[in-house]
């Protein structure tokens, strides 16, 4: 004897709404496992650094480490037009370029992997030559030709720097001279946090879940 198949049974307009529900639900808890990026500023003009190095010059540390957003930047010194490696921490920025002796190669590292979106800076006087500047990873220029022209928010040639944590990346003053001047004011950058799942993630895709399973299990039923 054949047995009766089974008629599939329409849901009704509230089993409909609690599925729709335990969907929502579930992917709530989804969205909150993914990544979430932040932007953030690390100000040169603060005077606010940590000496890493001394050069013996009052004021020009050999390396310096500035820290935003819980980022820490190391600045190091390697070569100078006069004198010992050193940086030119002030109120105006960090001085390249040549002029007064100031830095014209340096190294920066981070201790987080973030990208660098852009940097500020202040021009030199009428009587100095704006600095230009390539970036270098591994010797090779990744960026070339950024000028301290005073723009704000400027965009880096060839697009944003993706640093890896640990990483020295090389700057490199390409007109540098006794003449050429100027301010690295900030550098912008985006920190990509790794996926950590919010307070209630969980409790959101097990509700959601439940929801669905409590469903299927009174269609069953009722079938």
């Known amino acids: 004897m054949d047995r009766p198949k089974a008629i599939p049974r329409t ?13 929502a639900l579930a992917c709530v808890g989804l969205m909150c496992w993914s ?6 500023t690390v100000d040169l003009t603060d005077e606010v650094f940590a000496v890493v190095t001394p050069s013996g010059q009052p004021n020009q540390p050999e390396a310096l480490a500035e820290t935003s957003d819980g980022v820490t930047f190391t600045f190091v010194a390697l070569n100078n037009q006069v004198g010992a490696n050193r940086m ?15 830095t014209i190669e340096f190294s920066l590292m981070s201790d987080t992997d973030v990208t660098l979106d852009s940097f ?6 009428a009587s100095l030559t704006t600095t230009v500047f390539d970036i ?3 010797g090779n220029a990744i960026s070339s030709g950024n000028a301290t022209d005073g723009t704000a928010d400027q965009a ?14 090389g700057f490199t003053i390409t007109n540098a001279s006794a003449l050429t001047s100027g301010h690295l004011t900030a550098f912008e950058f985006t920190v990509t946090a790794a996926p950590v799942p919010l307070p209630g ?11 669905l399973t409590t469903v299927a299990a009174k269609r069953r039923r009722d079938a």
């Open 11 to 23: 849901l009704s307009d509230s089993e409909k709404g609690m599925t729709m529900k335990s969907w």
């Open 35 to 40: 990544a979430a990026a932040s932007a953030a």
């Open 88 to 102: 030119f921490p002030s109120s105006d920025g960090l001085r390249i370029g040549g002029g007064g002796g100031s």
């Open 120 to 125: 500020s800076s202040t021009a030199p006087s």
């Open 136 to 138: 270098l990873s591994g």
């Open 156 to 169: 880096f040639d060839n697009g944003p720097i993706t640093m890896t944590a640990g990483t020295a990346y």
């Open 201 to 211: 993630a969980g409790l959101a895709m097990l509700a959601g879940l439940g929801g």
